[in-house]
């Protein structure tokens, strides 16, 4: 089992790289949900390197330090090693959107209200939560109130995208009237991959400094 640290929060994690292509993959850390690349050839030739003998030249020179880490930035967009990351369905199916989002490696769950998601959401930190009301009425989202009332503790684990005929995709000012990150309009559900990752960006680095502190204090 390769045994790795989350570059974000420092979480210890253990993989069985055996499982794994020799190639570079990418995951959503469990504890912070930042972007974590591990590559299978790159581990097992380090591993086969023995180190070297105590009190050569080798064993005294200081190690090399370790390139940083990028930034996280979009989930993953395949298999994640750990299960695939999920996604939950709030209300009204989308058989369009549905299809874009497990497109991307998500599997979907789909619940028809608010008060169900709500209770999963709380205990299973979906990765990202899409709502689609019946009927788009002026906020705060009655037939979402018991997701979008939600505490920041519970809220800021998964990533809230409303999706409705009558709103301009990525519209921050709407978003924050509805409480959620990102809004969605169905004509542009054939770009949901990249308007999700640039706003999924937005919404890690705007926690980067939190999750840092959180980690320290863990």
Not at 25 to 44: D, S, T
Not at 63 to 79: G, H, K, Y
Not at 148 to 170: H, I, K, M, N, Q
Request: aromatic share 8%; charged share 20%.
């Amino acid at each position: 089992m390769a045994k790795i640290n989350c570059n974000s929060c420092g979480k210890k994690l253990q993989i069985d790289e055996t499982k794994l292509p020799m190639q570079e993959v990418k995951f959503a850390c469990p504890n912070c949900k930042a972007l974590i690349l591990f590559h299978r050839g790159q581990y097992e030739e380090e591993a086969a390197v023995p180190p070297p003998p105590a009190g050569s030249p080798e064993a005294a020179r200081p190690a090399a330090p370790a390139p940083a880490e990028p930034s996280p930035a979009a989930p993953p967009v395949a298999s994640s090693l750990l299960g695939q990351p999920q996604a939950l369905f709030v209300g009204t199916p989308q058989p369009a959107l549905e299809a874009a989002v497990k497109s991307i490696g998500f599997s979907l769950r789909h619940v028809a209200d608010a008060e169900t998601a709500r209770d999963i959401i709380c205990s299973e930190h979906p990765l990202l939560v899409l709502l689609s009301p019946r009927q788009l009425t002026a906020p705060p989202l009655e037939e979402m109130a018991a997701l979008t009332a939600l505490v920041p503790a519970d809220r800021r684990e998964s990533f809230f995208v409303l999706v409705a005929p009558e709103l301009r995709t990525g519209d921050g000012d709407t978003a924050f009237f509805y409480s959620v990150n990102l809004v969605l309009a169905p004509k542009d559900f054939g770009s949901f991959r990249p308007v999700y990752q640039e706003a999924y960006r937005a919404h890690q680095q705007s926690y980067k400094h939190f999750r840092a502190f959180r980690g320290r204090m863990e």
